[in-house]
């Protein structure tokens, strides 16, 4: 699977991206990026099917200019709203004949696993391997090229709603794309923000979108739990609309170029002007009042994020807190987060060139994580452009107007960002402490 040329897509609630990568040995270098906006979802779920394959569309499109390759086939990332963990084991004797474990052992003890009792409501998105046993010896990793008569494996099945995973599909497949693969995304992204010693001691990862926030914690290297919770960037941008009686698309312009997510450091000296919903005049605001109406929102987030990481029965993580989404790259979110949270706090970011931002975590982390799935349990992943320019696409689902050939331009993938205690910060110490 040398040199392979993979492309994620991350369908979130506010925003489609596409990222396409090329993979060498163990090295991937991001080559594509494209984005637009994000129609036909809420709070991380499809409500309008046509909207959301329009804006894949676009999004495909905008990272096949970039590219100037078609785009045929996607890893498509799944948020872990309505998905549920299980432990689960396979066992299988050796077949070769001198007893030397191949791919085709290693896929029939993982499809053995997946030989379980399933409401009907639910599907199988994936299985991930904890450990394999050969003849009684644990802890091995990858078991190709050893000597054994019997193969166990032990790992985790993720399961999700047959019909949220169907209607996510059904959209790609409607975009005139077929599906290489499915990626649970808070797998996704944890293979990108996340290091080997915090996975291992255990982290809450958290990660703020558009439409949702979802938690997932990491323990002894696996993930353990996952929660979404319905709140997020979009949920600040409601507000600040509500308190400036402003558009919401005004709103969002204000909280990217002004937005300062904790209160005691915003600077009352920066002032802008706001239109006035349904008329022509502008009011003056100043940052402070601006983040006046922030931090409670991002403060109910948190507040949150640490109920279900005590439902989910953790007292305390020792690999701290780690942040990251589109909504992290609001100045100010990071200082409140180390306010509440009283631990080790950090925003995790993509080191990949033409995504060093928090929001493209997921996108990347589709293309590490699945690649390095994929080569543990012998899966091929097909290649994910082909030689032809953007434009020689004939769309099918969707009609579209005939395009001059475009040129290539490069993806700005730049998103400028131009104390008081509260009560809550009480319950911070005692839940923490």
């Known amino acids: 699977m040398d040199n392979e040329i993979l492309v994620g897509l991350d369908i979130g609630t506010s925003k489609v991206k596409v990222i396409i990568g090329e993979i060498n040995g163990e090295s991937l270098n991001i080559i594509g990026v494209g984005a637009a906006k994000s129609h036909g979802l809420k709070k991380g779920g499809i409500v309008d099917i046509d909207k959301t394959v329009q804006s894949i569309r676009e999004a495909i499109e905008s990272a096949e200019r970039m590219v100037d390759m078609r785009i045929d086939n996607v890893i498509v990332g799944i948020n872990g709203n309505q998905v549920e963990l299980q432990p689960c084991q396979g066992i299988v004797a050796v077949a070769s004949e001198n007893r030397e474990i191949g791919d085709d052992d290693v896929t029939r003890v993982i499809d053995a696993a997946k030989v379980i009792s399933l409401p009907p409501e639910r599907e199988i998105i994936d299985v991930i391997p904890k450990q394999f046993i050969v003849d009684g010896l644990e802890e091995i990793n990858d078991p190709r090229g ?3 008569v019997r193969l166990e494996m032990e790992g985790t099945i993720i399961t999700s709603s047959r019909t949220m995973v169907h209607n996510l599909l059904k959209c790609v497949e409607k975009a005139d794309l ?3 693969d499915i990626c649970l995304q808070p797998l996704a992204t944890g293979a990108i923000a996340l290091s080997e010693d915090e996975k291992d001691l255990g982290v809450a990862l958290i990660d703020i979108g558009g439409g949702c926030t979802t938690l997932s914690i990491f323990e002894d ?10 709140l997020g960037g979009d949920s600040i941008t409601k507000d600040i609309a509500y308190g400036l009686k402003t558009s919401q698309e005004e709103a969002e312009k204000k909280k990217i170029k002004h937005g300062y997510g904790f209160y005691p450091e915003a600077n009352e000296g920066e002032t802008f002007e706001v239109k006035a919903i349904g ?3 502008s009011f003056a605001y100043n940052q402070l009042e601006l983040s006046d109406i922030i931090e409670p929102r991002l403060e109910e987030i948190f507040t949150y994020v640490a109920r279900e990481i005590k439902k989910l029965g953790y007292r305390d993580v020792p690999g701290g807190f780690v942040l990251t989404g589109g909504t992290m790259q609001m100045p100010g979110a990071l200082e409140l987060a180390q306010d509440l949270y009283h631990g080790n706090v950090r925003v995790a970011i993509p080191d990949y060139i033409g995504v060093r931002e928090a929001q493209y975590a997921s996108g990347v982390g589709i293309l590490k994580f699945t690649y390095d799935n994929a080569r543990v349990q012998g ?6 452009v082909s030689d032809i320019a ?3 696409r004939e769309p099918k689902a969707i009609k579209q107007k005939p395009k001059a050939k475009p040129k290539k331009e490069q993806k700005k ?10 009560g809550i910060a009480k319950f911070f110490k005692v839940f923490f402490d």
Do not use: C, F, W
């Not at 899966?379 to 994910?384: A, F, H, I």
């Open 221 to 230: 290297s696996h993930l353990t739990g996952t929660s979404v919770i319905p």
């Open 390 to 392: 953007a434009y020689d």
């Open 379 to 384: 899966k091929r992943l097909e290649t994910g």
């Open 146 to 148: 050893m000597i054994g």
């Open 178 to 180: 077929n599906v290489t």
């Open 413 to 422: 993938t730049n998103q400028s960002n131009d104390p008081k205690e509260s």
């Open 279 to 281: 008329s022509e005049q």
